[in-house]
């Protein structure tokens, strides 16, 4: 592993074109990468022309990654604000060392717009897991053209603050109001009446203003237009003799199957694992009910088997035991 204190940005230029061609024209290195920021050149001068247009581009940040001054890669940032993306390549010589995942990291602290975007292949496994490491959710999965492979290639959307959450608040009720349809409950047993309505936000505001280890709801919206599309939380429970968390969330429907519920889980797992005490996260969906155990698998919990849940209390159903680890950075 690299020393990654010794790796840094700078901003890229003609200088580093070079650099450039040589991360590009290697086959293992673009095969890779499927699709890079500028699709493989024709020839050399073609490649420092599209090169020279990303440079002077106001609306296109170009970062080199340096590795003790060596120029081992390039982080680049683009596209509309709604959409802005990152694409990054770091020469095939320099893999494995923790270059990527600490000039990810870097860049992230640098560009503060969000929600950020990126594509990778689903057979890329070494961006997958930097871009995972530093916070990005697969939300999304699309079959395209790869000019550097020659063919049709699956690959993963991933994001990174696409939702932001609120702790919820006593003018958060028309959002309990608005999910209390039997659509949305058709695996909860059914819409609540009014005064049990009632009592969940009354619940749900005093876990929100206590001590944030004990747990918390919040609104989910998406951060680009304000749009409220759920909620999602989480709450201590005593399970098979642990102390463990609880969460649970929902999402209207006008905005599901674009994968901001794994991306809610993502924000609600980093915020458990700075304020939480408990150990690990568990989630109790209906083994009948396959979206929100995609949703699990999606976002990185682990099944560990069918269980009787009891939900509403004296009802029990049978559930898969869904568990995330939130202690391993602790």
């Not at 608040?169 to 659509?183: G, V």
Request: glycine residues 8%.
């Amino acid at each position: 592993m690299t020393d990654t204190t010794r790796i840094r940005l700078r901003p890229a230029g003609p200088e580093d074109l070079d650099a450039l061609w040589a991360m590009s024209t290697d086959p293992e290195s673009a095969h890779m990468a499927a699709f890079p920021p500028v699709p493989g050149p024709a020839d050399r001068a073609d490649f420092d022309d599209r090169w020279k247009g990303r440079f002077a581009d106001p609306d296109v940040e170009v970062h080199s990654v340096l590795a003790d001054d060596e120029v081992v890669g390039n982080i680049v940032v683009f596209g509309p604000p709604q959409e802005r993306l990152i694409g990054y390549t770091i020469a095939r010589a320099h893999w494995g060392r923790g270059i990527a995942s600490a000039a990810v990291r870097q860049l992230l602290e640098q560009v503060t717009h969000r929600p950020l975007y990126a594509w990778a292949a689903t057979d890329n496994a070494g961006s997958l897991r930097v871009l995972a490491k530093c916070g990005f959710v697969v939300t999304g999965r699309e079959t395209n053209w790869a000019h550097a492979r020659g063919a049709d290639t699956e690959e993963f959307m991933l994001s990174l603050g696409e939702v932001r959450l609120t702790p919820w608040s006593e003018a958060d009720f028309p959002l309990l109001e608005r999910a209390n349809t039997p659509e949305m409950t058709e695996y909860l047993g059914g819409p609540e009446h009014a005064d049990r309505l009632a009592d969940r936000q009354r619940r749900y505001v005093a876990l929100s203003e206590g001590p944030a280890s004990k747990g918390r709801m919040f609104r989910v919206s998406l951060t680009a237009t304000g749009e409220d599309v759920g909620s999602v939380g989480f709450w201590e429970r005593d399970w098979r003799d642990e102390e463990v968390y609880e969460t649970g969330w929902a999402v209207f429907p006008e905005f599901q199957g674009r994968g901001l519920a794994v991306a809610a889980l993502a924000e609600l797992a980093a915020f458990v694992a700075e304020h939480g005490t408990r150990p690990v996260l568990h989630a109790f969906p209906g083994t009948d009910h396959p979206a929100s155990n995609a949703v699990c698998r999606r976002a990185g919990f682990t099944l560990l088997g069918e269980t009787q849940f009891e939900y509403p209390p004296g009802i029990f159903h049978t559930s898969n035991d869904w568990q995330l680890r939130v202690d391993e950075d602790k």
